[in-house]
């Protein structure tokens, strides 16, 4: 073994956010599949074997679609939406299959070494509520089964949700602490997925170029607005000087993985002085894991830190506007919020819908990706990359999506139609994150497993392999436009002026009879033989049913909530 190194963070800094380790929380979050055929029992066998069969038919390290089915014995639709799931949690924008437009995706194919890392943490295994104090850490994963499944099966995706309460629930510290116990845990294997072996005897016979270890960025970075723009390798003291116009000198991995191990037991322990005053106390308002008290106005809701996602948690009987100024990161999380409406006019990379009801959420332009997870009649309505729907229940989506809907889990009575809407800055903030308006796959949803092996919560265990139940095409006739208001005037002008995702024919048909319906019915009001008191009667009658309606709808609301901002 070589000399011991030191870990990034010393005593005196390990405080220092900046300094310390963390796990990329996009792999965990959205690059989970629910193919059974790509979770091993022991995948350090089953993948570096893998890693030099696909290397040796590909010159390149890069493999299409192609190669991953024949490798994996998968269909190719499923080494599709592998390709497409790497490349929306990759961590390099740079690599050619992030780069890549949808439709070239598989011309651009992956690297090799970041699709064994990728179908290595397929066996991670999502972190439970907590029904005791013991840190989160302790709770590792594959393939640990509740003690609740045959119980919270029973329920519908919200009430399991509501059968938890929020003391219970993870923060985003105890899933970070799990996501970082993961990776510790198996830190060895995937340094040796990454690893040449030279010649020699026992660990030292395998090394790490800097190019290898690079693609350990793809599950960790430092500092707290992670390594965008920052190569992982200048944070490794035996590379941090490296001369990038000569050959770097490979490392041995055995000195890779103690380096990274002392890193991240730094952070474990950070992690846990985080987390343990406020075990057994209050949450507070500046802490970043519990987002702020409810409120009519947006300045008021939700919360966010430099580091992770922006939240906007627990909204109930209210409307909410956030643009691109109210957010601190690219990412938002919507948890637990209830007859509402929600509106996030903003470019984002990735966006997760938890736990909410009876709602109407409009998500700006998302990037990467959306996942929708254990909702109830909940509307939907994003122009996205690609969008994951999970455990919910009598929920409608309307989309412009560049990837096919993925429908994963226990669902029912799900609908989907083309995107319904606009804002003057959609278009621009669609350019900016990547959407691209001619292409939209909203109407070819792909329902993989009913049991989503990585989640206890969402199934019993021992269910046989079953598909999920798909979503049905909304009716043309029953297609209406979302109109979101422009509360702000002048101050948020763009140059969009309507839809900018075609419609269908049918979809468009039934629009322009609704048009002419509505247009045959002014005119007739207009034209109708009644005297002006009648005509004043008349209108009076419309405008108190109207008012009877949006009482009834709770659409009353969003008048006075936006009104007052």
Same mark, same amino acid.
């Given at each position: 073994m070589s000399d011991p190194i030191e870990p990034a963070t010393t005593s005196s800094s390990a405080k220092d956010p900046a300094l310390l380790i963390h796990p990329r929380r996009e792999p965990f979050e959205h690059g989970l599949l629910p193919i059974p055929k790509l979770i091993f029992t022991d995948p350090t066998q089953t993948l +570096?074997?893998?890693?030099?069969?696909?290397?040796?038919?590909?010159?390149?390290?890069?493999?299409?679609s192609a190669a991953i089915s024949e490798a994996l014995q998968i269909s190719i639709d499923q080494a599709k939406l592998?390709?497409?799931?790497?490349?929306s949690v990759l961590h390099s924008e740079s690599d050619p299959l992030v780069k890549a437009k949808p439709d070239g995706i598989d011309e651009a194919g992956a690297d090799v070494h970041d699709l064994v890392l990728f179908l290595y943490i397929q066996s991670y295994k999502k972190l439970l509520p907590r029904t005791h104090k013991d840190s989160a850490a302790v709770a590792d994963v594959w393939p640990s089964t509740s003690a609740f499944d045959g119980y919270l099966s029973a329920l519908s995706p919200l009430q399991l949700v509501r059968s938890n309460s929020r003391r219970f629930m993870p923060s985003q510290a105890d899933e970070e602490a799990h996501q970082l116990s993961y990776l510790q845990k198996h830190l060895a294997n995937l340094v040796s997925l990454l690893a040449e072996p030279v010649e020699g005897d026992g660990e030292e016979s395998l090394v790490l170029t800097m190019e290898k270890f690079e693609h350990l960025g793809f599950l960790l970075h430092f500092g707290d607005k992670g390594s965008e723009g920052n190569l992982f390798s200048q944070r490794a003291p035996f590379f941090a000087n490296s001369d990038p116009d000569m050959p770097d000198v490979p490392v041995p991995a055995a000195q890779v993985h103690d380096w990274v191990l002392q890193n991240i037991g730094s952070s474990l322990e950070h992690i846990s002085e985080r987390i343990s005053p406020k075990e057994n106390g209050p949450p507070s308002s500046s802490d970043q894991d519990v987002p702020m008290a409810d409120a009519c106005t947006s300045s008021n809701k939700g919360s966010s830190s430099v580091?992770?996602?922006?939240?906007?948690?627990? +909204?109930?009987?209210?409307?909410?506007?956030?643009?691109?100024?109210?957010?601190?990161?690219?990412?938002?999380?919507?948890l637990n919020c209830h007859d509402s409406v929600i509106y996030i006019l903003a470019p984002l990379r990735y966006a997760t819908v938890y736990g909410c009801s009876d709602a109407t959420i409009v998500l700006g332009a998302v990037g990467k990706a959306v996942r929708i997870e254990h909702c109830e009649r909940v509307h939907v309505i994003t122009a996205a990359n690609r969008i994951c729907i999970a455990n919910c229940r009598e929920c409608m989506f309307f989309l412009g999506v560049n990837q096919r809907p993925l429908i994963v889990g226990d669902n029912h009575k799900l609908q989907v139609a083309p995107y319904n809407t606009f804002y003057s800055q959609l278009e621009e903030h669609m350019k900016e994150v990547g959407v691209d308006a001619t292409i939209n796959r909203w109407d070819e949803p792909l329902p993989l497993g009913a049991v989503d092996p990585h989640d206890s919560l969402s199934h019993p265990a021992g269910v046989s392999e079953a598909q999920a139940e798909s979503a049905a095409h909304l009716d043309p006739d029953q297609f209406t436009n979302f109109l979101i208001p422009n509360w702000y005037g002048g101050e948020s002008q763009g140059s969009t002026k309507d839809n900018p995702f075609p419609l269908p024919d049918a979809y468009m048909a039934s629009q322009h009879r609704n048009q002419n319906n509505l247009g045959e019915v002014k005119q007739l009001l207009k034209e109708a033989p009644l005297e002006e008191n009648r005509k004043r009667e008349l209108s009076t009658a419309l405008h108190v049913y109207f008012k009877d309606w949006l009482y009834a709808s709770g659409n009353i609301r969003q008048l006075y909530c936006l009104q007052g901002e």
């Open positions: +570096i074997p893998l890693k030099q069969k696909l290397i040796e038919k590909s010159p390149s390290h890069r493999v299409d592998v390709l497409d799931t790497l490349a580091r992770g996602p922006s939240f906007i948690e627990g +909204i109930s009987k209210s409307s909410l506007v956030k643009q691109s100024s109210d957010l601190k990161g690219s990412s938002v999380k919507v």
